[in-house]
């Protein structure tokens, strides 16, 4: 399996754990970290994680674009990046004991017409060699809301499958090209379609019209509810238990990059993503899971989908 990434606005994300968030003072950090960040990037990092080979492009600026090459490099991932003016954007957390994260995420570059077409024509370069395209997160400014949409066309064309996993005007303009998979979230299903979720029900109802509107499989990740599939193969829902959360930051990231190693369809791709999913929120931070974090037999996969059962956490 080769897994090609798309990650159009990277970033370097530095952690700080400080004993007590006080707003005003001067913190001393008792603990901090760098990371390569970005939602692609994450999707690499799970694809490696689990054996198989990854290509992760991006644009990347300055020294903080630097740092992130040779962050992921170190992680054994080969990174195609394209060279951009303006520098990568550094994103800062501060983690405090109770594990309660504040971030602060920096917009990033602005992207010329000349660096958008460069990072498109890098996906297309390295489409070929691609069982999947993993295209995640949100466009930097200066790529309009049809990027995605180009890109989708471009890959298809390349012969390439393309899985989608972003929000917004640029989600729905995508949508025309036929993306083989989107990941939405309960929030972005809801925000596709514009209405609110309060069962699964209505997650499967939202999860069919964005299939009308252009999505080949749809992944819906429904936080601690598990994950649904409507596709071609069928509608499937999957869950598994999970006796502590440490962070769910990345967790969809991961069902993702399980979902598609394990070939982007049918319910034993399903089961993958939840057993991905699950594995990703036990463990700190945005780490990824290894074959050894995952327990696939704590899955359960079901074609009887519970369509009445209420959301935990209804999406409006
Ligand atoms: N609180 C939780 N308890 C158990 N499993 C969870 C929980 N939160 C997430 N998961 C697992 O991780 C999967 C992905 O989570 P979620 O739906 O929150 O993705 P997401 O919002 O796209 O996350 P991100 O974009 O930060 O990676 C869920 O479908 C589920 O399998
Ligand atoms: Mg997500």
Redesign the pocket.
Known sequence: MNILTVTPNPSLDRTYEVPDLARGEVLRATGERVDPGG?GV?VSRAVAAAGHHTVAVMPLGGAPGALVAELLAGQGIDVAPVPVAGPTRSNIAVAEPDGTLTKINAPGPQLSAAESELLLDTVTEHSGRADWIACCGSLPRGLTPQWYADLVARAHAAGAKVAL?TSGPSLIAALRERPDVV??????LAQAVGRPLATIGDAVKAAEEVRELGAGTVL????????LLVGASGTYF?????AL?RS?????????AGFLAAGGEGPGALAA??A???A??QLPG?VMPTPADLDPAAVTVTDAVPLDRPL?EPAS
């Open positions: 939602k994450n996993d990941k939405p979230n309960a929030e972005e819906a990740s429904l936080g601690a509810d598990g994950q999957a869950s598994a238990p999970v959360v769910n930051v990345g967790a969809g990231d991961a069902s993702l993503a939840v991905h999913g699950a990703a929120v945005s935990t």
